[in-house]
């Protein structure tokens, strides 16, 4: 959920490097007084320090002002989204569903949906970047039911208290437009030909989750139909959870077909009469094992004796455990992100559980 921040690097780096530029011109300054007091000081040093001022002030404004891929692209309305300009979309509706929560509707317009032959737009799972106009940031979001029958996209956004474009977000109202570039492929699930799915989610790392089982389960749409999926999702109160028009379907789905999809949410505290049937506490080694039916002893365990529970996860096929949510989450459940927001090595609970690598994708 925080690979956008791998974007703002670049311009860490140039602060980082423009600090260093000054220290640079600084001992270089303090290295030439050093040399002694000099009568008659050569111009050379001078036009030296001149000039290096000169690249570097070049080079600053070049950063700001030269249009790079994703601040300079262009805003282009009646043509197809696209992931190489930003496309206006009118706010249609912009509900409260919790806290700092809300749910907000865009209108495509007719002529900016993609092709229904177009072979390039992705399946799931797919996200937009959302433009800040106030500030010329973007963040990724992923539309929960992907573009609808009547061109609609649906974001369920979570305002930070220092955050930035989620709380510009949610300031926005009916007939507002929000610029947005996209599809982005998040996760390519087409032809992956897994027999067990397990999706944890944080928050509104739901999203993507959401995205992917809407379109496989509830529209049927996926040819791979052995797939079994388990979505283990925790938000912090019972009110954070996702909006009910998209958790009960799921639920109800669940409990008709429980060899496609099973569904475990927990959260960390809730009322004596909870909306749902909830479990307490976070997601850890113990509730990820007992969720996906996994033997004691994890994925490798030897121990497979007759009288031992031996839970029914298909731990030899082909496996994907995806997660999604706040990144103190990310590294419980699956060790943190490597350099740039890349997938690092396994950790957290996932590896005390015998996950390999190449069975886990940190979104
Ligand atoms: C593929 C993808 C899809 C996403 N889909 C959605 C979505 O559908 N809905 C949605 O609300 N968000 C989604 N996100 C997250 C979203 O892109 C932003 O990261 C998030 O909204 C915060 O952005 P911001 O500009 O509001 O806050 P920032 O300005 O980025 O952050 C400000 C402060 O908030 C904290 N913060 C930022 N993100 C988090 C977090 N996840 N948990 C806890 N603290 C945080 C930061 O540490 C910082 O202190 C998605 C992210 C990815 C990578």
Redesign the pocket.
Known sequence: ?????AQLTSARIVSCLSGQGSRVLLSSFRRHNTTGPSPTPSPKPRRIAAFTLTVFAGLTAAYFFWPDRHRGAPTIAHQPLSPTYFTPLTVIASEPCGPS?KLLTLHVPLECLPSTDDPTFPLP?W?IY?K?DDIQ?E??????EGIDADGNIK???????????????HTKKPEDQIEVRGP?I?LPTHGKDWEEVVLIS????F??FYQLLHHSLLQDLSPDKQTRYTLIHCSRTQDELPPSQYLQPLLEYAERYPERLRLHLFVDDFPEKPRYDLKRGKIGTQEIQDCIGLPPGGRQSWLRLPWSPQGDFRRDGKILVAV?????MIAAVAGPYGRNYSQGSVGGALAQLGFKLEEIYK?
Do not use: F, N
Request: positive net charge; charged residues 15%.
């Open positions: 959920m925080a690979k956008h921040v929560l799972i996200s959302v800040d940031v963040r990724p979001y992923t539309p929960l974001l369920w956004v979570k305002k930070y208290q220092h955050g930035e474009v989620g709380r510009w977000l982005l998040t944080g928050g509104t790392g999203s993507p999604c949510g706040p990144e103190p979104l």
